[in-house]
Structure formats: C-alpha cells, structure tokens
C-alpha cells in the first residue's frame, strides 16, 4: 500500500548558501535530499508541476518554502504539489516505420531464418580475417628469408672482390 505524506520543505535554507545562479537547481536537490531523509527510500522522482512551480521565476529567485505531497511505492518516492496527482512517464512504444505499415511485420520464421544468415555470414568474416592474417605472417617469413639470401650473397661477392664491409655493412666502410 502507498504511504502518503505532507511535507512544508525550507528551500531557503539550502538554496542561500549556492551563489544567484545556482539557486533553482539547488532547491531541487534540495526537496530530493529531504525526502530522502524523511521517507528513508532509495529514489525519489519529482513531479512537472513541482518542477514548474521551482522554476516559474527563474533560475536566480525559486520559492523559500514549498508544500508538497510524497508518495512512497516500491521504495521509490514521488514528490507532487498537494492538489495533483503525480504522472508517471509512459514508456516509450517503438514507432513502426512506413515499409513495416505496408508490407506488414515479417512471421518469425522468416526472422530467425535472417538470423542465421546473419550468423554465417559473420563466421565467415572471421574465417577469411583469419586466413588473411595467416597469409600475411607466411609472407612476411618469405621475405625475411629473401633478404637473409640476398644478404648472405652480398656478401661473399664482396669477399670475392676483395673489399671489406665493416659494421654498418655498406662496401668501403673501414673496419676496425
């Protein structure tokens, strides 16, 4: 069963010690603060008229007290101006798009069908990732094999020549 309570909350109080600009905005955690002090609950949601009543005059100048109504269910609180009720938001229906109107939705047959198709085409995906890096591993062996080869050659034509390679491995370099 919901509990019901009349609370008289003291915005000043909190909201002066915040500079001009903050004021609104303070008086609102405020009134959360409170309630969740009073009611010992874990959440606590205010109302639009509330809301509108804080802010009609503006961020700078909000009421010094309030009268308000709280409601507790399920350990939520709902904080509303003594006189209306509290709207609690609706959720959100998904909007059907201008080709799901016409041509209709799909059986879920079909549905799991595209699913599965889905499905393989991303293990195949990762199949061929995976070759591709396999391949790229394989020729990037080849190649340091090629240039090991090269290197070597280089290297006894340069005996044969009779010209010396020092560290760095260029010809004519001095070698100590």
Not at 37 to 64: A, D, F, S
């Amino acid at each position: 069963m919901a509990e019901e309570k009349t609370f008289t909350i003291n915005l000043r109080r909190e909201f002066i010690k915040k500079p001009n600009y903050k004021r609104s905005k303070k008086a609102i955690t405020a009134i959360k603060e409170y309630t969740l002090k009073h009611l010992k609950t874990k959440e606590v949601k205010i109302g639009p008229k509330l809301n509108l009543k804080i802010w009609e005059r503006g961020r700078k100048n909000p009421p010094p007290k309030v009268k308000v109504k709280a409601i507790v269910e399920d350990n939520i609180a709902y904080v509303e101006l003594p006189g209306f009720e509290f709207i609690k938001q609706k959720p959100k229906e998904e909007k059907k798009s201008v080709a799901d109107k016409l041509l209709g939705k799909k059986t879920q047959s079909e549905q799991k069908q595209e699913e599965k198709k889905a499905e393989e085409k991303e293990l195949a995906k990762e199949a061929e990732k995976e070759i591709e890096v396999k391949e790229k591993k394989e020729h990037k062996k080849g190649i340091t094999a090629q240039k090991t080869k090269t290197q070597e050659e280089m290297i006894e034509k340069v005996k044969d020549e009779g010209q010396k390679i020092g560290r760095t491995g260029k010809k004519g370099s001095k070698s100590q």
